[in-house]
């Protein structure tokens, strides 16, 4: 039987299989050990990382909602000192390809001091600028949402390492392809998206949001024609690889995203309903190669016939 080539590249990463589980839903891999062999994944990226601890937001933080859910957790991680001795160590061990999901919480130099030090660690494979997350209250705009701020950050980043720099992009803006565009432009190795759409559900007996800080992030199935969009929006703007992501739940889901340009993709809410669900993702994507008779995965990027 045919033995599809599966492994794929983004910038210096070379990745076994193209699957990778999404940041903030696998924690810092230790508390999947027991559902699933973690050893098995393209990657993982982990939950963002800020200089100082965070606590996140109030609580009640996440909800459901029509095929998906709101989450306003506020970057809530135990900052990066704490992350380098208590949380790398298991990491480490896995053997799996990993990347670092980064965010500032208030000035975006922030991003510079803690990729100056996860530079210096051998084991980290590649930086996940989170430029693009909803849900830090006090921030009236994403660096995400302006090319000129996603351009000078990426640049400046850029400057101080030579690792893998990955730039996780916001759906909410007008043209998430010109974000991508200055991405690319600033030396950025590859754009990750999207990141959750800005959303809100009320109670209507309290008449009160159903997440205490009102705006949450909509993730889940519900996003995914979004999601896929962006993508293929994505892809014929920029050359650098693409890690597509947004209500990946199955196979089939997870090749939309690849035909519509994506060379990698990453498994989010759904880590939530089954934590094993990467690796039927990876095994799906081998039987559906060998089924079509596709030697090589990379066939299948960008194979969308309009």
Known sequence: M??????????????????????GTFG????????????KLGAIVTKTLTLKPRKGN?????????????????????????????????????????????????KPEEFLELVAQLNIIEEVAAIELNISCPNIQGKESLIAQDPAATYKI??????????????KLSPNVTSIGDIAQAAEDAGSDAVALINTLSAMSI???????????GIAGLSGPAIRPVAVKMVWEVFNKVKIPIIGMGGIMDTASALEFIIAGASAVSVGTANFINPGVSLEIIAGLKEYLVKNKISDIRELMGALKI
Do not use: H
């Not at 810092?28 to 050893?39: G, H, L, Q």
């Open 28 to 39: 810092y891999a230790e508390e999947f050990k027991d559902f699933m062999d973690v050893k």
């Open 154 to 167: 990426v640049q400046e980043v850029r400057k101080i390492t030579g690792k893998t720099l990955i730039t």
């Open 203 to 213: 109670d209507v007996d309290k008449r009160r949001p159903k997440i205490a800080a």
């Open 58 to 106: 109030p609580m009640p933080r996440t909800c459901e909602t029509a095929a998906g859910m709101l989450n306003s957790i506020g970057l809530e991680n135990p900052g990066l000192a704490i992350f380098i001795r208590e949380k790398l160590p298991f990491l480490k061990k896995t053997g799996v390809p990993i990347i670092i999901s980064v965010a500032s919480e208030e």
């Open 2 to 23: 045919m033995k599809p080539k599966i492994s794929v590249e983004i910038g210096k990463l070379k990745l076994n299989n193209p699957v990778m589980v999404a940041s």
